[in-house]
């Protein structure tokens, strides 16, 4: 079974604070997305990788950065968190085949204060 | 760009059969998936169409239509463990519609 694990279930930062969201996924995937959920507006997607290094901008990228130095590994950064990025944020990865579904980490929720 | 449409909120009797729908424009498309979502969890993997017509799993059932640019989401014989939101997706850029909140009643 496919694993993608988010390092932190619940996470509480003040305003200001350069924040580090981790996510590591054990299926050799090439493909990784970061997402964020909000009541009323369900899953945004901020940013996703199709390989190391490589890095794409979704639909809401402003006020965030990614990094992808390994395979299996894909950050999503916080440069200076505010209180408008207090949300779940989802992680996930997925084969290049087609057939295959995304998977999805188990998420953190993210207070910012 | 993308734009996928499904309705907010359903309520559905326990026993019964609830069609969810989705509509989507846009200007890539390598197929769609369907995810249930409970409160406070991770989203699970239901279905995914490539092709036009019905794909069945049990009592899960998911319909696509390319040229029209729709899917649905047949659930039958309702238990109250399926209220939930089910989440549309395209796979393009995989992204997705806000998610149908779905209540069973008894």
């Known amino acids: 079974d496919v694993k993608v694990t988010q390092s932190s279930r619940y996470l509480v930062k003040r305003t200001g604070e350069k924040v580090f969201l981790e996510c590591v996924q054990d299926m050799d995937h090439e493909n990784m997305f970061w997402y964020r959920q909000d009541p009323g507006l369900g899953l945004r997607l901020i940013y996703f990788?199709?390989?190391?290094?490589?890095?794409e901008k979704g639909d809401i990228p402003e006020g965030y950065s990614v990094s992808r130095e390994k395979k299996e590994r894909f950050s999503l950064i916080l440069e200076s968190a505010s209180t408008n990025q207090t949300s779940m944020y989802l992680c996930a990865s997925i084969e290049v085949l087609y057939n295959s579904p995304l998977h999805f980490g188990n998420g953190t929720r993210l207070t910012v204060t | 760009g993308q734009n996928i449409d499904q309705p907010t909120e359903m309520t559905a009797t326990e026993g019964a059969i609830v069609q969810i729908n989705c509509t989507y424009q846009?200007?890539?498309?390598?197929?769609l998936f369907w995810y249930q979502q409970h409160a406070g969890e991770a989203p699970t993997f239901l279905s995914y169409n490539v092709l036009d017509g019905l794909e069945e799993k049990g009592r899960f059932s998911s319909f696509l239509s390319r040229s029209k640019g729709y899917s649905y989401l047949l659930l039958k014989e309702l238990q109250m463990k399926d209220s939930a939101s089910y989440l549309c997706g395209i796979r393009d850029k995989l992204t997705f519609g806000t998610g149908t909140r779905l209540a069973v009643r008894p």
């Open positions: 846009t200007s890539g498309f390598n197929g």
């Open positions: 990788s199709y390989d190391v290094k490589m890095k």
